[in-house]
């Protein structure tokens, strides 16, 4: 009478299942995009909110697609289940290949780095030696100055 009929709860564990294994692979591309762009615990803190936030969202979504908005524990359990085998099969082959591709690209930064660093030294080095004389040049012309103006007391 207050119970779920066994029909309508496998209708509604294929929605769930099928948003466990999408969950699955979006935690794949944030951790994609982790080991491109941030090496650094904050930067997994803040992406693992942000994943959360967005498992929250879409669980909600689903609750209310598929569920009219009852939250059932059953849908939970095999979206986290779907999740869990996703991460232990596919996702296994997804994050090599991730991890592969995030090397070549590493790669690639440090050799577009590695050719725009050179002329950057030595632009850097050109610009520190002209500072340094002209330094030199400025405590020169203030001791051999006769101008008075530089050290009144008026102005």
Do not use: W
Request: hydrophobic residues 50%.
């Amino acid at each position: 009478m207050y119970g779920v009929d066994l029909s309508v709860q496998f209708e509604n564990i294929m929605p769930a299942v099928g948003l466990g294994f999408i969950l699955g692979f979006v935690y794949d591309v944030f951790k994609f995009i982790r080991q491109i762009f941030f090496n650094r615990k904050t930067a997994f803190f803040i992406t693992d909110m942000i994943f959360v936030v967005v498992c929250t969202l879409c669980s909600f979504m689903l609750f209310v697609a598929v569920n009219s908005g009852r939250i059932r524990g059953y849908l939970i359990l095999f979206e986290v289940i779907a999740a869990c085998i996703y991460r232990f099969t596919a996702g296994q082959l997804v994050c090599a290949v991730a991890h592969k591709f995030s090397m070549i690209i590493n790669a690639l930064c440090k050799k577009i780095f590695s050719v725009f660093s050179v002329p950057i030294k030595r632009i850097y080095t050109l610009v520190y030696k002209v500072s340094k004389r002209l330094e030199k040049n400025l405590k020169k012309s203030k001791i051999n100055s006769e101008n008075p103006l530089k050290d009144s007391p008026e102005l």
